[in-house]
C-alpha cells in the first residue's frame, strides 16, 4: 500500500484524461479515473493502469482519496464542486466554472467553511511567459498598466477535430469561443490587471463548419482600476498564436506564446529585451498545474486561480452575452 495521497479525476474525456496522465506522473499522488461512460473507464484503465469508478461519490469514499479534478462539462461544475468540498476534498475545477451564477453562494460558503483548497483550472497561471511578465509589472518598475490587449487565435478543427460531437456546440453546455477560449484570456488578463469593470462585446460565427456558436469575439473592457484593454480571438485563423500586451507610463511588457518568449521596453530604449523561456509542449502547462494543484494541497502558495477569479469570470461571460443582446456596453456588478 502506499501512502501517496490519491487524487480523483472526475470526467475522463479530453481534458480528464490529460490531468489523468499528468496527475499520475507526478509521481506525486495515486489517481482514480472517474467517468459514466464504461468504454471511457476501459481506456483509462488499459492505457495508464490506474483504478477506476463510474461513480465519483463512491470513489470518494476511499480514506486515502483528499483531492478531486473535476472536469466534466460546465454545467456540472458547481454542484459537483459543492459536494466534494463538504465531503472534505481538496478541489480544483476546470473553466469555465460555470455558465450563471446559480449556486455561486453555496460553493464560495462551502469553500470558505472548509479548510480545503479550491482552485479554477485556468492553465494560464502554469505558463512561464505569464508568470514572468506577472512578476515584473507586480515590481512596479514601469508603474500600473494603463493599456492592455490580448490578441489570439488558432485553427480549432485542427486542435479540437471532434468540436462538432461535444459541448462546443451548445451555449448551454459551455459552447462557444466565449465560454471556451476567450475565458482563459480573460482571466489571465484579470489576473494580471485586476477585475473588469465595464465591458463592450462584439462577437459572431464567422467560419467554423457544423456549428452555429460564434467562433469570433472582439471585447473592449474597463478594469477597476481603470486600464482600457482589448481582447480578440478567432478559432480559424492559421496560425497559433498569442500575443499578449501591457502598456503603463514607464514602458510596455509583452508575452507571445508562440515565441516562447516575454519581454520589456523601457520608454527611451531602443529595441525589446526579449527573455526566452523553456517551450513546454502540450502537456507541460497541465504538468506544472498538477503540481501547483498538489502543493497547494500541502499547504504551500500557489499562482492558482482562485475560486473568486473564477466566479468573476462567470461575470464576465454574462456581461459579453449581455452586451451582445443588447448592443450595449455592460457594467459587471
Ligand atoms: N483547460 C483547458 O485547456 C480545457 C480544455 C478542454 C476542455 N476544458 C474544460 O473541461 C471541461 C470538460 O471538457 P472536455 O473537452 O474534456 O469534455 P468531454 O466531453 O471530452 O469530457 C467530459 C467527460 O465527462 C464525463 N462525465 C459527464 N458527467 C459525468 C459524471 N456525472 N460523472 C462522471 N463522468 C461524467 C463524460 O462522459 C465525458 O467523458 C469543460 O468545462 C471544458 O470547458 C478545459
Known amino acids: 500500500m502506499s501512502n501517496l495521497p490519491t487524487v480523483l479525476i472526475i470526467g475522463c474525456g479530453s481534458i480528464g484524461e490529460r490531468h489523468l496522465r499528468n496527475f499520475k506522473e507526478t509521481g506525486r499522488c495515486q489517481v482514480i479515473g472517474c467517468d459514466n461512460r464504461p468504454a471511457i473507464l476501459a481506456d483509462m484503465a488499459e492505457k495508464y493502469q490506474v483504478e477506476t469508478s463510474a461513480d465519483w461519490k463512491q470513489a470518494m469514499e476511499n480514506p486515502a482519496c483528499n483531492a478531486v479534478v473535476i472536469c ?92 462538432r460531437e461535444i459541448y462546443y456546440t451548445d451555449h448551454a453546455q459551455g459552447g462557444g469561443a466565449i465560454q471556451d477560449a476567450m475565458t482563459h484570456m480573460v ?19 464567422q467560419v467554423l463548419s457544423g456549428v452555429e456558436v460564434e467562433d469570433t469575439v472582439s471585447i473592449i473592457a474597463r478594469s477597476q482600476d481603470g486600464a482600457i484593454i482589448s481582447y480578440n480571438l478567432n478559432q480559424f485563423q492559421s496560425p497559433n498564436e498569442v500575443t499578449v500586451q501591457f502598456n503603463c507610463e514607464k ?83
Not at 187 to 200: C, V, Y
Open 72 to 163: 466534466t462539462p460546465a454545467p456540472s461544475h458547481v454542484s459537483i464542486a459543492t459536494e466534494v468540498l463538504k465531503a472534505g476534498s481538496h478541489c480544483l475545477i476546470e473553466k469555465p466554472l460555470s455558465l450563471n451564477l446559480d449556486g455561486m453562494d453555496e460553493l464560495t460558503a462551502a469553500h470558505q467553511a472548509s479548510d480545503r483548497v479550491c482552485h479554477v483550472a485556468y492553465v494560464n497561471h502554469s505558463r512561464h511567459e505569464p508568470r514572468a511578465a506577472k512578476a515584473f509589472l507586480d515590481s512596479g518598475a514601469f508603474g500600473p498598466v494603463r493599456a492592455a490587449s490580448t490578441v489570439g487565435g488558432q485553427h480549432f478543427p485542427t486542435f479540437r477535430p471532434a468540436y
Open 187 to 205: 482571466n489571465l488578463m484579470e489576473w494580471i490587471t485586476g477585475p473588469t469593470a465595464s465591458l463592450f462585446c462584439e462577437a459572431d460565427h
Open 251 to 333: 514602458g510596455s511588457v509583452k508575452f507571445e506564446y508562440h515565441n516562447c518568449r516575454w519581454g520589456h521596453l523601457a520608454h527611451g530604449a531602443e529595441d525589446w529585451t526579449w527573455e526566452s523561456v523553456e517551450p513546454l509542449g502540450r502537456d507541460g502547462p497541465f504538468s506544472v498545474q498538477a503540481n501547483d494543484f498538489l502543493d497547494a494541497t500541502e499547504g504551500k502558495a500557489t499562482p492558482l486561480a482562485t475560486l473568486e477569479e473564477g466566479v468573476q469570470a462567470v461575470r464576465f461571460n454574462l456581461a459579453c452575452f449581455e452586451s451582445i443582446r443588447t448592443g450595449s456596453r455592460i457594467t459587471i456588478k
